[in-house]
Antibody, heavy 122, light 108 residues
Framework: EVQLVQSGAEVKKPGESLKISCKGS????????IGWVRQMPGKGLEWMGI????????RYTPSLQGQVTISADMSMTTVYLQWSSLRASDTAMYYC???????????????WGQGTLVTVSS | EIVMTQSPATLSVSPGERVTLSCRAS??????LAWFRQKPGQAPRLLIY???TRATGIPARVSGSGSGTEFTLTISSLQSEDFALYYC??????????FGQGTTVEIK
C-alpha cells in the first residue's frame, strides 16, 4: 500500500527556518515524481514544486522559485520542504503528493500525505 | 498560466439527486485533467484522472467527461460522503499545473 506520512504541525516565528518532511512507503521511492501543495487558510490548492527522487531533478512553480527548497533523501525515502526565513504569509497547510505512475512528470497526483500545518506568528 | 474556472461555486442538492460540476480551462489541456474531493480537515482525494478514468476505489456513480477546455464531473446519486469540496486540476505541462477554485456540494 502506498503511503505518504508527513511530519507534525509546526509553530514558528517570522524569520525562523523550517524543514518539514514526507516519508514514502509501499512503492519504489526513486521512480515517482512527488511534490508539495500549499493550502492557505480558507483558500484553494496551489502547487509549489516537485522532485524526482531518483536523480533529484527539482522543479518549482515560478512564483515560488527561491522562496523554498525541495529535496529528497533516498536512503530515508523522504522528501523535504524547507524555508530559510519564514514569513507570516507562509502560514498554511502543506501537502505532499505523488503522481500516479512512474516516469513522466505530467501525471495526476494520486497519493497524498495527511498534511502538515505550519503557523508563523510573532 | 492556464486558468481553471469551476462552476458553480456552490451546489445545494438533496441526497439521491444527480449533480454535475463544470471545469473550464483557459486553453486546451487535452485530457490531462483530474478531479479531487476534499472534506474538512482532510487531504484531497483523487477521484478522476485523464478526464474520465476513475481512480482506485471510486464508485461507478462518479464519472468524468470532456477534453480540451471543457470538463464535467457527474455524481449520479449523491451519498452522504459526496457532500464536500471538489477541485479540478490540469497537469498538462509542469510548471503550469493549476487547480480550479473549487465547487462546494452542500446538503439542501
Amino acid at each position: 500500500e502506498v503511503q505518504l506520512v508527513q511530519s507534525g504541525a509546526e509553530v514558528k516565528k517570522p524569520g525562523e527556518s523550517l524543514k518539514i518532511s514526507c516519508k514514502g512507503s509501499g512503492y519504489s521511492f526513486t521512480d515517482y515524481w512527488i511534490g508539495w501543495v500549499r493550502q492557505m487558510p480558507g483558500k484553494g490548492l496551489e502547487w509549489m514544486g516537485i522532485i524526482y527522487p531518483g536523480d533529484s531533478d527539482t522543479r518549482y512553480t515560478p512564483s515560488l522559485q527561491g522562496q523554498v527548497t525541495i529535496s529528497a533523501d533516498m536512503s530515508m525515502t523522504t522528501v523535504y520542504l524547507q524555508w530559510s526565513s519564514l514569513r507570516a504569509s507562509d502560514t498554511a497547510m502543506y501537502y505532499c503528493a505523488r503522481v500516479y505512475g512512474s516516469g513522466p512528470i505530467n501525471q495526476a497526483p494520486a497519493y497524498w500525505g495527511q498534511g502538515t500545518l505550519v503557523t508563523v506568528s510573532s | 498560466e492556464i486558468v481553471m474556472t469551476q462552476s458553480p461555486a456552490t451546489l445545494s442538492v438533496s441526497p439521491g439527486e444527480r449533480v454535475t460540476l463544470s471545469c473550464r480551462a483557459s486553453q486546451s489541456v487535452g485530457s490531462n485533467l483530474a478531479w479531487f474531493r476534499q472534506k474538512p480537515g482532510q487531504a484531497p482525494r483523487l477521484l478522476i484522472y485523464g478526464a474520465s478514468t476513475r481512480a482506485t476505489g471510486i464508485p461507478a456513480r462518479v464519472s468524468g467527461s470532456g477534453s480540451g477546455t471543457e470538463f464535467t464531473l457527474t455524481i449520479s446519486s449523491l451519498q452522504s460522503e459526496d457532500f464536500a469540496l471538489y477541485y479540478c486540476q490540469h497537469y498538462n505541462n509542469w510548471p503550469l499545473w493549476t487547480f480550479g477554485q473549487g465547487t462546494t456540494v452542500e446538503i439542501k
